[in-house]
Nanobody, 126 residues
């Protein structure tokens, strides 16, 4: 069983930056596609970004493209999300997720991911 623990959230002013981390334990995440999702109060969980097992392929939601960067360090078993030019619309709980099967595609649907962290809150003030 794999455990995912996010960190790095906080309160930031509009236009600011944050870097989220997701540390995995229990197994190596090297062969697995990983992703970030977010959920704002009263809204459904939405896809933010995904990264292939090698890190060479990435996919982003249109709303974050050009502002967010997903990356991973397989040697550290850690996933990252660098966020710039934050707006109040980015306020949400951010979750990292791991697919069930190895070498999967860059999927955007939450049910395709089997393992989830507990989330880290990002609040952007105007």
């Amino acid at each position: 069983q794999v455990q995912l623990v996010e960190s790095g959230g906080g309160v930031v002013q509009a236009g600011g930056s944050l870097r989220l981390s997701c540390a995995a334990s229990g197994r190596t995440v090297t062969p697995y596609t990983m992703a970030w999702f977010r959920q704002a109060p009263g809204k459904e969980r939405e896809f933010v970004a995904a990264i292939s097992w090698s890190g060479r392929e990435t996919k982003y939601a249109d709303s974050v493209k050009g502002r967010f960067t997903i990356s991973r360090d397989n040697a550290k078993n850690t996933l990252y999300l660098q966020m710039h030019s934050l707006t109040p619309e980015d306020t949400a709980a951010y979750y990292c997720a791991l697919q069930r099967n190895t070498f999967g595609s860059l999927l955007v649907d939450a049910p395709q991911y089997a393992y989830w962290g507990q989330g880290t809150q990002v609040t952007v003030s105007s």
